[in-house]
């Protein structure tokens, strides 16, 4: 599974951006997929996840609100919808994919392919 994240860039704080992440798989209706996020000097963190059909969607409590996960398995992607942002938020952000059956996955090693990452930067 090869998966291309792009959509980050530079956006003010308080407007919106979506992230795009297409995925190689053939059966991408089957993978779990998931958005990650790097901080400068911090730790990759979970972000959202959405179950293969769609149903259910998690959040991290920091994105709750303001940030949606979708998918369209007849294209291949995922989107993540950002609105509200603020210069927390900036990051580089990892769509994941994770093909072990899981009906939800939040862990980072639940994941097994990672896409490059998208910079996001949110200014003051």
């Known amino acids: 599974v090869q998966l291309q994240a792009c959509g980050g860039g530079l956006v003010q704080a308080g407007g919106s951006l979506r992230l795009s992440c297409a995925a190689s798989?053939?059966?991408?209706?089957?993978?779990?997929m998931g958005w990650f996020r790097q901080a400068p000097g911090k730790g990759r963190e979970f972000v959202a996840t959405?179950?293969?059909?769609?149903?259910?969607?998690v959040y991290a409590d920091s994105v709750k609100g303001r940030f949606s996960i979708t998918r369209d398995n007849g294209r291949n992607l995922v989107y993540l919808h950002m609105s509200n942002l603020k210069p927390k938020d900036t990051a580089v952000y990892y769509c994941?994919?994770?093909?072990?059956?899981?009906?939800?996955?939040?862990?980072?090693?639940?994941?097994?392919?990672w896409g490059q990452g998208t910079l996001l930067t949110v200014s003051s």
């Open positions: 959405i179950s293969w059909s769609g149903e259910p969607t």
């Open positions: 798989a053939r059966t991408f209706s089957g993978l779990v």
């Open positions: 994941a994919a994770d093909w072990s059956g899981r009906h939800i996955s939040t862990r980072e090693n639940e994941y097994q392919y």
